[in-house]
């Protein structure tokens, strides 16, 4: 038994929060506050690079501890499952934009900095619902977190808190998005790996086969190669009769056959019938 790193995009990101929690707090007093926080809409500066770095940077810095494990207690149970039906590269994408989309609304109408993961804890939030969604129809699950989660946000938002209830909205938005355009990745996958897969066993699906491939009518039954086109020779029969060129020779007659035998086939009582021409004969193999 080993620890296995199951989902490299959602591990990475916890660990690299960490850690800036842990150099902001240690060694590097004001890390957060210098580049991992997005400014608001007055201090913005157009023509500083770093303000432009800060908004993606901005959800990967958290006030303390406390802020962090709030946060990660949803992106740990959430995001392995999204990460393995989207694959690691579309989730990471996807919490790269939500991180995007939150600064930079941020930066140009509140008048408050913004740091955390909140808003991508609520696009997983949203996203999960869309796991098991056909194309034409809208989730139930999704209708019921909409009501819950964001109605509950937009109540809070009247309140003066220091939690920015926008950012929970812009990232549910996001979610809800990502659900809405993005196909599940990994399904299509496994059904791909699935159609490509050799058929293996009795009862195996030789549809799949290629026709003129030797070892395909090999190992095709005889209806699946005559679908395929293949030519079959049929087996000689057991009964039929030799070649005159490997025409057996005689065999000899049982002992109750021999003109010597014929006492002991008539004490007997039951005599023996010479086997027909070339009938019952084992055939060689040349």
Not at 48 to 57: A, E
Not at 178 to 200: D, H
Not at 241 to 251: D, F, I, M, N, V
Request: net charge positive.
């Amino acid at each position: 038994m080993r620890i296995k790193y199951n989902a490299p995009t959602t591990l990475t990101y916890a660990f690299l929060c960490s850690l800036v929690v842990f150099l902001d707090g240690s060694a590097l007093h004001g890390l957060t506050r210098a580049f991992f926080t997005v400014p608001d809409a007055v201090s913005f500066d157009l023509l500083n690079p770093l303000d432009y770095l800060r908004l993606f940077t901005h959800i990967a810095g958290h006030a303390d501890w406390n802020h962090l494990i709030n946060n990660f207690a949803y992106i740990l149970l959430l995001g392995p499952m999204l990460e393995e039906t989207y694959g690691s590269l579309t989730m990471a994408l996807m919490i790269v934009v939500t991180g995007f989309v939150t600064g930079v609304l941020n930066a140009c109408f509140f008048p408050h900095p913004l740091l955390g993961a909140s808003g991508v804890v609520f696009m997983m939030i949203l996203l999960a619902s869309f796991t098991n969604h056909g194309k034409d129809d809208v989730p139930l699950t999704f209708i019921l977190i909409v009501i819950l989660y964001l109605g509950k946000e937009i109540l809070n938002a009247f309140k003066g808190d220091d939690i920015s209830q926008f950012a929970h909205l812009a990232g549910g938005l996001c979610g809800s998005l990502f659900g809405f355009f993005q196909p599940p990745a990994r399904a299509s996958e496994r059904a791909k790996a699935a159609a490509k897969k050799p058929p293996v066993g009795p009862d195996a699906d030789y549809r799949t086969l290629r026709p003129g491939n030797a070892k395909t009518q090999s190992l095709a039954p005889p209806r699946a190669a005559e679908a395929n086109g293949a030519k079959i020779k049929a087996r000689p029969s057991v009964d039929a009769r030799p070649h005159p060129s490997r025409q057996p020779r005689s065999k000899a007659l049982p002992q109750d056959e021999t003109p010597q035998g014929k006492g002991k086939a008539s004490t007997a009582g039951t005599r023996k019938r010479a086997p027909k021409d070339g009938a019952n004969v084992a055939l060689k193999k040349g």
